[in-house]
Nanobody, 123 residues
Framework: EVQLVEFGGGSVQAGGSLRLTCEVS?????MAWFRQVPGREREGVAG????????LYADSVKGRFLISKDNSKNILRLQMDIMRTEDTAMYYC???????????????????WGQGTQVNVSS
């Protein structure tokens, strides 16, 4: 059973940076960050396939966010730079035992989820 715990949410002004961390227990093959605002569907933000470090990003965060996995510590990170007010959301870490590269940003790919961490970006 994979367990995920997120850290690092908080408040930041537009243009600033935050780094989210997800502590992972168990073996994983693909991991991702998703985000959700009330009344809207959960959105895939960034995903990574660990065997070759292939990463995918939502168009809305390309060039601003960076996903990485530290396998020595079994930690997933999301570095968020040049943040915008529209990045405000609850952010979730997710993991899977296997994935297709084309589906790394789909919710259905991931059976394991963290509890979420809130990110607020003010103007």
């Amino acid at each position: 059973e994979v367990q995920l715990v997120e850290f690092g949410g908080g408040s930041v002004q537009a243009g600033g940076s935050l780094r989210l961390t997800c502590e992972v227990s168990g073996e994983t093959y693909c991991m991702a960050w998703f985000r959700q605002v009330p009344g809207r569907e959960r959105e895939g933000v960034a995903g990574i396939r660990e065997r070759d470090r292939l990463a995918l990003y939502a168009d809305s965060v390309k060039g601003r966010f960076l996903i990485s996995k530290d396998n020595s510590k079994n930690i997933l990170r999301l570095q968020m730079d040049i943040m915008r007010t529209e990045d405000t959301a609850m952010y979730y870490c997710a993991a899977a035992d296997w994935c297709r590269a084309s589906e790394m940003l789909f919710q259905k790919t991931y059976p394991y989820w963290g509890q979420g961490t809130q990110v607020n970006v003010s103007s």
